[in-house]
């Protein structure tokens, strides 16, 4: 071939291979641009998939501790209703053995000893039988601020009555119906040191602990039930007192 053929056929090839380098270059360009946003897009997707088990995780956590609550909500109702309704059936067995006791003593003084004299009745037991009952009846009614002015007229009118013990045995309990520590605290001090020897007496120690617990004061509480197991060691309400100390 001639020589100056050649020439202008070479320079036609390097034309070509000139404008061919950048269109090869641009479609390279635009393939890697595209596996950068596949693997961009991959790992968004990836990242999203674990915030959304990681918020399902957390949705069903929440789940399970709201149905926990409210379990131990259930429990706790439960718990409550069964205090409630304990201290309501020891609250109706004091009444009744009250009231049985009550009837027994009334019979005993109403009969004279054989050979005895009739000695003359500083009170009538009929009457004070009577404002007792009425008083007891306000609690049983749950109309405890009534059976509260009832029993403290009660004592201040039979001071030394056969069912003073009782009225103000009752008395404190009516205080502490309305939630006043304070003031059943004063009263069933009066059943522990005036009425020791009554049959009230251990009871009013065990309600008095009760009360000076709820009132803060631990260290009283726990003597009262010390002395009650000391003095009367045989009462059913020392069983409870000794229960009491061993928990603390």
């Known amino acids: 071939m001639r020589p100056h053929r050649i020439a202008p056929l070479v320079g036609a090839l390097l034309c070509c291979g000139l404008f061919a380098l950048p269109a090869q270059a641009g479609i390279f360009d635009d393939e890697e641009a595209r596996r950068?946003?596949?693997?961009?897009?991959?790992?968004?997707?990836?990242?999203?998939?674990?915030?959304?088990?990681?918020?399902?995780?957390l949705s069903n956590q929440i789940q399970q501790q709201a149905e926990?609550?409210?379990?131990?909500?259930?429990?706790?109702?439960?718990?409550?209703?069964?205090?409630?309704?304990?201290k309501?059936?020891?609250?109706?067995?004091?009444?009744?053995?009250?009231?049985?006791?009550?009837?027994?003593?009334?019979?005993?003084s109403a009969a004279p000893a054989e050979?005895?004299?009739?000695?003359?009745?500083?009170?009538?037991?009929?009457?004070?039988?009577?404002?007792?009952?009425?008083?007891?009846?306000?609690?049983k009614a749950g109309k405890y601020k009534e059976a509260a002015t009832a029993f403290a007229a009660f004592v201040q009118k039979y001071p030394d009555g056969q069912l003073a013990p009782n009225a103000q045995f009752w008395l404190g309990n009516a205080w502490y119906a309305q939630r006043d520590c304070k003031?059943?605290?004063?009263?069933?001090?009066?059943?522990?040191?005036?009425?020791?020897?009554?049959?009230?007496a251990p009871d009013a120690?065990?309600?008095?602990?009760?009360?000076?617990?709820?009132?803060?004061?631990?260290?009283?509480?726990?003597?009262?039930?010390?002395?009650?197991?000391?003095?009367?060691?045989?009462?059913?309400?020392a069983e409870a007192a000794q229960q009491r100390l061993k928990k603390k």
């Open 36 to 57: 950068q946003i596949g693997e961009l897009k991959a790992r968004t997707e990836a990242q999203f998939d674990l915030q959304a088990k990681a918020k399902l995780d």
């Open 68 to 86: 926990e609550i409210s379990r131990l909500r259930g429990v706790v109702e439960t718990l409550l209703y069964e205090l409630d309704l304990a």
């Open 88 to 108: 309501k059936r020891q609250q109706d067995f004091y009444l009744d053995l009250d009231t049985r006791l009550r009837k027994f003593e009334t019979a005993a």
């Open 115 to 139: 050979g005895a004299a009739a000695a003359p009745a500083a009170a009538d037991p009929a009457r004070e039988g009577q404002d007792y009952e009425a008083a007891l009846n306000f609690f």
């Open 183 to 200: 003031r059943a605290v004063e009263a069933q001090a009066v059943v522990t040191s005036r009425y020791a020897e009554s049959a009230k």
């Open 205 to 237: 120690w065990l309600a008095l602990a009760t009360c000076q617990q709820e009132l803060g004061n631990a260290a009283a509480a726990k003597r009262s039930l010390e002395t009650l197991v000391a003095k009367y060691p045989k009462s059913p309400a």
